[in-house]
């Protein structure tokens, strides 16, 4: 019996949640980092704001501070008032009293002096540009300012004390620019999600080595390291273990102790040929404390999936083939993280024709959800190879995933399909 | 005069071409590293597969090798032959040649046996599992199956010699996963932009400082050190450099001696006031051997911009307040680094709905390129805060830039605009 994706991914679900919230729950797992070394980090805790921003009444023009009132009462000859040209605020200094019958010449952003509640920009202004201070200099500025004209009022971007930004948030660019303009230099955020990988095969040989007759490089360390670095995790150790179930338990039970991961993440050995040793390790013999379900999902590639845990320890298996891998990273684990950890952002879904040969098909079992590899020009999607797992070259040359949901057999060209851009 | 958004944005690709041009043209510019640090990195080379994917010819599913033309001639009995089955093809061992009349048990990506062109699916032999070998065990496999069948044949994804992936290609998961297929360790990739970063201003502090009157802290350093990182840039130092135009530009020179940098990002002091240390130290005094133009983009917040080059270093000056900082680098340098670096990816641009208060409008000024900032909930984008570039919280709870062109002045509720994603 067959399982559905969408059942499979709930599954996964309540495994990665459970797995995080152990975590949590565990000591040390909030971290404090400096603003530089969070960035795409998740921030653990509310921040409020230890000042306002901004943090002082402030004029959004260069141009002369005055008191509104002033500009409407005595002195004013016709549309305009004349004023003493006080000397100006240097910028990174308090500003002291607005001296009656002054107006001070104030650069964008200096603090107002204490009584002035309005700014006249300078092209406003007869002279209409700044000259060095000297005692006895006259300005002549527009009648009837307005109360508050380019001011940039105390607290008007966020009070202190209130809710800067809250649990959860992910933190980039703007999120820790506002921080750091709150002059906060270290912020609580959550951490990583640990995943101990595991390649097997005794097939397989780690790039750069030298391949016998009979064996291949080992595509899915590199593959799901780098997968799963872009989605924000942790890998705390990648590594080829032994095609056999006694040698391949006993490693799984020595990289448990010494990296204590959150999750256990492991390719290849769960089909049904006749030597999988994931499959035969975890299958509960008593080397190992596992309780794993070898399933069967109604998707290709990608098709055999075990999830349970082994040693307490949350465990996924994907199948060998590094295609599967990386769908299967797509299809069950990357959304998953996106809900439970808020980082990575989900994958971009879109609705594009298909680009096909005149007449061209593209076909997917009934009741299989097939997950095909192609590129997306802007406009439409093209196939890059066939269905088949092994086919990584065509893998590489694609931006996208294209979705052939178990109901869906047949699409043809110009008709439009699901893609998550990659 | 003011200039166009989009005029200012091609000097800035030119600028930063001719950088990359030179940094290109130096010595030591292509680095070679290991596929773990590659992730997200540029290919500096064409790269040639050394070995055929898949190697060798494989088996497709779990089954029996055998010759095909042996399952249409002697021994068929109706729509079955039977064979003698011979010992199984161990993972990562060579396979022999297979023995006449003998059918061989193989494992998904097991070599096939030399001779052997096709594989039967275990569950259409009979019996319909595999057991231990032992001599004397027969198989009944359906006759007349088609040579090919189940066969992954060697080179059927990629040719040895083939280009495997084209100089210029951001390496992410899958193409990082067909590099470590093909055994290859380590890559040529670009180098990343080196861009020194400075923030001026008596009146700024560090984060983590105690403000005095009229004092602010410094975003800026921290909000584009982050968007250059997320951008894939080096910032090879960011720091607050005196408002005085004497020690600004000696600290400059000795900045770009010691960094030697691709280019300088100021922030600050571009703009009209009567304190502007930026446009004061570089507007070619002598001090400086500068060609810097101080212009005005008809751009709302950001429109002060300075761009050219200091001491044969290119050079973009940024205006002073964070959220201008932020809507200079996403509208001017990072589509820029999208087009000449080819990270980071371009922005998602879509066109949705506004949601404003019934009867609302967004007002934008004639001739001006205004650039809001909004919460996008999937259906349908709310600004947040009002154009005033001083609003970094408001800033701080957006995930889209709201795009308001030069000639669009009002958009009302409902209405779409054009928004970026961050």
Redesign the interface.
């Known amino acids: 019996m067959r399982r559905a994706v969408s059942d499979h991914r709930n599954q996964v679900l309540e495994l990665v949640r459970g797995a995080w919230q152990r975590r949590l729950a565990g000591a040390g797992a909030v971290q404090t980092v400096s603003?530089?070394g969070a960035?795409?980090r998740v921030l653990a805790s509310d921040i409020a704001?230890p000042?306002s921003?901004?943090?002082?009444a402030n004029s959004?023009m260069?141009g002369y501070a005055v008191i509104s009132g002033a500009t409407g009462s005595a002195g004013a000859t016709g549309s305009t008032v004349e004023f003493d040209v006080a000397p100006?605020?240097?910028?990174?200094?308090?500003?002291g009293q607005l001296p009656p019958g002054c107006a001070v010449?104030v650069?964008?952003?200096?603090?107002l002096p204490a009584g002035a509640d309005a700014v006249v920009p300078v092209e406003q202004a007869v002279p209409d540009s700044?000259a060095p201070f000297e005692p006895g200099r006259r300005v002549a500025l527009p009648a009837n300012v307005p109360a508050g004209q380019f001011v940039?009022a105390a607290g008007?971007?966020?009070e202190a004390g209130a809710l800067?930004?809250p649990a959860g948030t992910v933190?980039?660019?703007?999120?820790?620019?506002?921080?750091?303009?709150?002059?906060?230099?270290?912020v609580p955020v959550l951490p990583r999600l640990r995943v101990l990988l595991l390649s097997t095969?005794?097939?397989?040989?780690?790039?750069?080595?030298t391949?016998?007759?009979?064996?291949?490089?080992?595509?899915?360390?590199?593959?799901?390291?780098?997968?799963l670095?872009?989605a924000g995790c942790e890998v705390v150790s990648g590594r080829i273990l032994a095609?056999a179930p006694e040698p391949f338990a006993r490693a799984l039970a020595a990289d448990l102790d010494r990296f204590v991961p959150d999750l256990v993440l492991s390719t290849g050995g769960i089909?049904?040929?006749?030597?999988e040793v994931v499959k035969q390790a975890l299958a509960g013999d008593g080397t190992v404390r596992a309780a794993v379900d070898f399933v069967s999902v109604a998707m290709q590639p990608g098709g055999p999936q075990g999830i349970g845990s082994v040693l307490g320890t949350a465990f996924l298996g994907f199948p060998?083939?590094?295609v599967s891998?990386?769908v299967s990273?797509e299809m069950f684990l990357r959304p998953v993280l996106s809900t439970v950890l808020a980082v990575p952002a989900p994958r971009?879904v879109l609705n594009v024709p298909l680009r096909l040969p005149a007449g061209g098909t593209l076909d997917s079992p009934a009741g299989i959800h097939q997950v095909r590899r192609g590129w997306y020009n802007g406009a439409a999607v093209l196939p890059m190879?066939g269905p088949?797992s092994?086919?990584?070259?065509?893998?590489?040359r694609?931006n996208a995933l294209i979705q052939l949901p178990e109901d869906l057999i047949r699409r043809e060209a110009g008709q439009n399909v699901e893609i998550w851009l990659?």
């Not at 921003?53 to 002082?56: D, N």
């Open positions: 603003l530089a960035v795409q704001a000042v921003l901004p943090p002082f959004q260069d100006p605020v240097p910028a990174g200094r308090a500003a010449p650069m964008t952003g200096a603090m700044f940039r008007s971007d966020i800067a930004l933190l980039k660019a703007a999120q820790l620019g506002l921080l750091a303009a709150l002059g906060i230099a270290e095969g005794d097939e397989v040989v780690a790039p750069g080595g391949l016998g007759p009979g064996q291949i490089y080992d595509a899915n360390t590199t593959l799901l390291s780098a997968a670095a872009e095609d089909s049904k040929g006749a030597f060998g083939n590094p891998c990386l990273f971009t190879g088949g092994h086919l990584v070259h065509a893998l590489a694609s990659l």
